[in-house]
């Protein structure tokens, strides 16, 4: 559990925690004006994802060498190409060898686009698992739990109470059974309950809106960040469904909360290399058994805002799914801070001096992400605004970079590249902060704060219960564009871009988790 537990939710600029070693450690509440200073090495690996090199080369120095040597070896003479392609010219005397060759470089040409075009990845669909009625749990119910756990000392409850009450979590989150039974019991069997239940949850749910059969996967990638038993996850699945002996099993762990882009750039990679397949993509958390049982605040957090979730997603490289499919990937740009050894322990499982287990966060957190954020987003830049907004960008930068002018950055109207944005419901601060920085309107963060409200901190699968959102209220056109953008230990920030390829109507609800719910949303969420 990591990411945007960087949430400090909302507490007050003096508020500190203490580390093991009892000093205060102050967490900045507020992201840095990560646009400010931007570098120009992220811009130009944003335009090499944009450009392949290869395709260039081919088409300035191959293409124009096989015409001449074409040309010559046919003794077709330059003037009559054009001939060619004259309805008239069909009466003009062209010698069997012309044709031959004109032909050959009509199918070379064709060869050419079809072994550099990029293999289409479509999203079937997705869904998302829902807990039970009796998984509920209010803000004093966790509170209530906590204190009957009885590890905790009378200021670390006030401290959870304080975060409980300020972190934009409602009073309809899931936890789970173990946590859930009087007195908490937390146990290798409950996780496993846990586990399987959100996993089955969410496979069954997704086999049922998609009618596709076990028997056709041939890809699976499991992701969890702190819960990795044995046998894994993805064997649990395995096991459950009968996949076929040759499927591409994947189990991910320890990747935080970014993990869920991580599978979808992975599924991606693995897609392209396998033809006429299916990919199965299952993102969650496990919280039965990472409930930090000690006083250490900087471990608390995840305590008061991870609740129960998981989503599972059906992608397909198989060109008749394209009439079926929700959405297409356009974009995956990931970035990955981890060689920097403060970026690194940021976000860090520990045991605090009692030998209890947590999630410790350092007083960088927020500079880590910051930096993150500015690297993905630079990189992302090119590959999705308009010319007119890389125009204004490049010029802005050229004029800080090259001309020390002391004019302020160009901030890119991100509102420009697309029409819905999934940001990692992480915690309430942090999205106020993102939605400052990236100048997004109310409605455009509604589903992540809604998601949070709602559903609480889910970890990697909390993108796609924005997303659930997002359809349930009917916003969804063809050709909408959708930016899933999310954070992770390492320090990890990753982003997906979706083109939706019909539109999607608020009634189509089948398995969507808002469902009972999506007319009493948006809510007011009180101010911390």
């Known amino acids: 559990m990591d990411s945007i537990e960087m949430d400090k939710e909302r507490l007050t600029a003096d508020m500190a925690f203490k580390d093991s070693s009892s000093a205060v450690i102050k967490i900045r509440q507020r992201l840095p004006d990560f646009l400010q200073s931007v570098k120009l090495k992220y811009v130009k690996l944003g335009y090499g994802y944009s450009c392949n090199p290869a395709t260039i080369l081919m088409f300035l120095i191959i293409v124009p060498l096989f015409i001449a040597i074409l040309v010559q070896f046919s003794g077709l003479e330059l003037y009559r190409v054009y001939e060619l392609w004259r309805t008239q010219s069909l009466d003009h005397d062209f010698d069997v060898a012309t044709r031959l060759a004109g032909s050959a470089f009509l199918f070379f040409l064709l060869a050419v686009f079809w072994t550099k075009r990029s293999t289409p990845v479509y999203l079937v669909d997705f869904a998302c698992y829902k807990a039970e009625d009796e998984r509920k749990t209010s803000t004093e119910s966790f509170l209530k739990m906590a204190e009957d756990l009885r590890p905790f000392d009378d200021e670390t409850l006030q401290f959870q109470r304080r975060i409980s009450t300020r972190s934009g979590l409602g009073d309809e989150t899931y936890i789970s059974r173990g946590l859930n039974a009087k007195p908490p019991n937390l146990c290798m069997e409950e996780a496993r309950n846990e586990a399987e239940s959100v996993l089955f949850g969410a496979v069954d749910a997704l086999l049922s809106k998609t009618g596709v059969k ?72 496990n919280i039965t058994l990472n409930f930090y049982m000690g006083n250490d605040r900087s471990m608390l957090l995840s305590n ?77 830049g090119p590959l999705v605004l ?31 590249a697309f029409e819905h944005f999934c940001i990692h419901a992480g915690g309430r601060a942090v999205l106020d902060e993102l939605q400052k920085n990236l100048q997004l309107s109310d409605w455009h963060m509604e589903p992540s704060r809604m998601t949070l409200h709602r559903f609480g901190n889910t970890s990697s699968s909390s993108l796609w219960y924005e997303l659930a959102y997002t359809e349930a209220k009917g916003r969804v056109s063809g050709g909408d564009r959708v930016w899933q953008i999310a954070f ?37 969420v009180p101010v911390a």
């Open 386 to 416: 308009p010319l007119s907004e890389q125009f204004m960008f490049f010029v802005a930068l050229v004029r800080r970079k090259l001309l020390k002018a002391k004019n302020k950055p160009y901030i890119p109207d991100f509102k420009l």
């Open 488 to 524: 992770g230990s390492g320090f990890k920030c990753n982003s997906a871009v979706w083109r939706a390829l019909r539109e999607i109507p608020a009634g189509e609800t089948k398995g969507n988790p808002w469902i009972d719910s999506i007319d009493r949303y948006p809510v007011k």
């Open 214 to 285: 076990p028997r056709d996967i041939g890809i699976l990638i499991v992701n969890c960040s702190l819960f990795n038993p044995t046998p894994s996850l993805s064997s649990m699945i395995v096991n459950r469904y009968k996949l076929r002996t040759d499927v591409k099993s994947y189990n991910l762990g320890g990747m935080g909360c970014s993990a869920g882009l991580i599978s979808i750039d992975l599924a991606k990679d693995l897609l392209k290399a396998n033809p006429k397949t299916y990919a199965v993509v299952v993102s969650t958390e």
């Open 304 to 380: 008061c805002i991870f609740r129960m979730g998981g989503a599972a997603v059906l992608l397909s490289n198989k060109a008749r799914d394209r009439v079926r499919s929700k959405y297409q990937l356009v974009h995956t740009v990931r970035t990955h801070k981890g060689a920097d050894d403060r970026n690194y322990r940021c976000v860090y499982q520990r045991e605090d001096d009692e030998g209890h287990v947590g999630v410790s966060l350092a007083r960088e957190l927020m500079a880590v992400a910051g930096d993150a954020l500015k690297t993905n987003i630079t990189t992302l």
